[in-house]
């Protein structure tokens, strides 16, 4: 008996290694550790586990999906939950023009679409405050039609539907759809200049999703008021052999019945300077500033500056320390020092 | 005494000759070693890239910025490992980055959903053979190939580029 077991394991193994090696899947994953100094206090901990896989199905038909396991306090047991974070269904049409369905980082700004959860991609240990304030929805449910690297300043797209805040991921709770236009250029090697504009209506009652902090620890609210959301944002990336500088802001311009229109600014501008392959000194600043009377963002001022080292070990790995200064609204002001060692694998 | 003398002389002399031989073999291996590694050779599937590209195209090919030839072919990029000679100078010549920063280029296209990363080979023949048989295929080599079945891709006017 044991012996067929062993024989059905090993059939197995082979039809799965085959069959992935046909469909051409990659398995990567990404996660980090770090120490922490703050409020008089060290701590140890790490964020999240981030499993990527891509695999080629057809000529012409490719998926993406990406699952995070990372703590979570509203879970159970080993206090550690699981979220899907991208699942992408990717259709070449013609050239570089795809159809994308699934779940998405919305492609609002340069650093939700392009590091998100792989830490070891951030030029800093966390996300900018703009990120982590709940001004953008970070993710979208939906279809959407791109296109890249197109004519001499290698323009890129992409127009996406998505069902918007306040919706499951397999439901839409009313019949409002978002909508995110999104263009960028690449005018130079290394350089890339990007604008969108993302449109939706939260219904009221609806319950949307809050980030908590840069771990993403998440709680649900419910919304008191119909909201009309505008964003418009804006971004200009080059990361040179030596220079490496990152620009980002949006604009959010909510509307209720109750307080007509009110405006939120984020933003944060990084630069850093290559001494040598591995090493890079950085700084990065950051703002998001609330209209008096917001009532869908919860209001908290807040303006961080933060100077720190990043040590390349290889491409694999990076070791980063890093000093930041915040100062909000609600926490008051506070000094941190943090170290991160950021891995893929 | 005289024979013992005879022998402490001449034992350096020889030492000295199979020494200097040993340099100046070195010294000619390594100008053959570095004239073999000076030459980089675009190659591609006959159903695929075009004969002849600038070179400002074939690195954005190669940074996988095009996902399909004119003939409708899937753009597949097959590169040395960037621990060969030959796959530090791919970096270098068609990529303007360190091996390193091409590998975390390839994983971050990967994260992104942008492009899926090359095919990396240890071998020659093995990149050959590999382009040989996958249409669309393009890949980067050090002399010219010697798989009959791939084809020459001129960049900018020249078959190779010389380092």
């Known amino acids: 008996m044991k012996q067929i077991f062993y024989l059905f394991a090993i059939v197995i193994c082979i039809f799965f290694y085959s069959s992935v090696n046909a469909q051409n899947t990659q398995i990567r994953g990404f996660s980090a550790a770090s120490v922490t100094y703050l409020d008089k206090k060290i701590s140890f901990g790490f964020s999240e586990q981030d499993i990527l896989i891509t695999s080629d199905l057809t000529d012409r038909l490719s998926f993406l999906g990406e699952t995070v396991f990372r703590y979570d306090d509203h879970s159970t047991g080993t206090k550690f939950g699981v979220e899907v974070e991208r699942v992408i269904m990717k259709y070449n049409i013609k050239g570089n023009h795809n159809l994308l369905f699934g779940k998405h980082h919305t492609p609002i700004n340069y650093w939700n679409d392009t590091y998100h959860h792989g830490k070891l991609f951030y030029p800093t240990i966390d996300r900018p405050l703009l990120f982590i304030s709940n001004i953008i929805p970070l993710h979208t449910t939906g279809i959407a039609l791109q296109g890249h690297d197109l004519g001499k300043l290698k323009f890129g797209y992409d127009l996406m539907v998505g069902n918007g805040l306040g919706s499951t991921e397999i439901e839409d709770n009313d019949n409002n759809k978002s909508l995110t236009i999104a263009a960028h250029i690449k005018p130079a090697d290394n350089l890339r200049i990007g604008a969108s504009y993302y449109y939706d209506i939260i219904s009221k009652g609806a319950s949307v999703h809050s980030h908590q902090d840069d771990q993403e620890r998440h709680e649900d609210r419910v919304v008191d008021w119909r909201v009309v959301q505008n964003l418009f944002s804006g971004s200009v990336a080059y990361f040179g052999p030596k220079f490496e500088i990152l620009a980002e802001g949006t604009l959010a311009v909510n509307r209720t019945d109750t307080t007509c229109y009110k405006k939120t600014l984020g933003y944060y501008l990084y630069a850093g300077y290559k001494v040598t392959d591995k090493i890079t000194p950085y700084f990065r600043i950051d703002d998001v500033h609330f209209q008096n009377g917001e009532i869908f963002y919860i209001k908290d001022n807040k303006s961080s500056f933060i100077t720190g080292i990043n040590y390349q070990i290889n491409y694999l790995a990076n070791l980063k320390l890093e000093y930041q200064y915040l100062h909000s609204e609600i926490t008051g002001d506070r000094n941190k020092i943090s170290a991160q060692i950021a891995i893929g694998f | ?163």
Request: charged share 20%; net charge positive.
């Open chain 2, 1 to 163: 005494m005289g024979n013992k003398k005879t022998i402490i002389y001449k034992e350096p002399e020889r030492s000295i000759v199979i020494k200097f031989s040993m340099v100046a073999c070195l010294l000619v291996m390594s100008i053959i070693v570095k004239c073999q590694v000076e030459t980089l050779t675009i190659i591609c599937n006959s159903n695929g890239a075009p004969a002849t590209m600038k070179f400002t195209e074939l690195r954005s090919v190669m940074k996988g910025e095009r996902q399909r030839w004119n003939s409708g072919a899937k753009v597949v990029i097959a590169l040395m490992k960037t621990s060969t000679t030959v796959g530090k100078n791919t970096a270098q010549v068609i990529y303007n980055m360190s091996g390193d920063a091409l590998l975390k280029y390839w994983l971050g296209q990967t994260y992104q959903g942008n492009a899926h990363a090359p095919k990396f080979f240890n071998t020659k023949s093995e990149l050959e053979e590999y382009v040989a048989e996958n249409p669309g295929a393009i890949g980067v080599i050090d002399p010219p190939p010697a798989n009959n079945e791939v084809k020459i891709v001129s960049v900018d006017g020249k078959t190779q580029f010389i380092l």
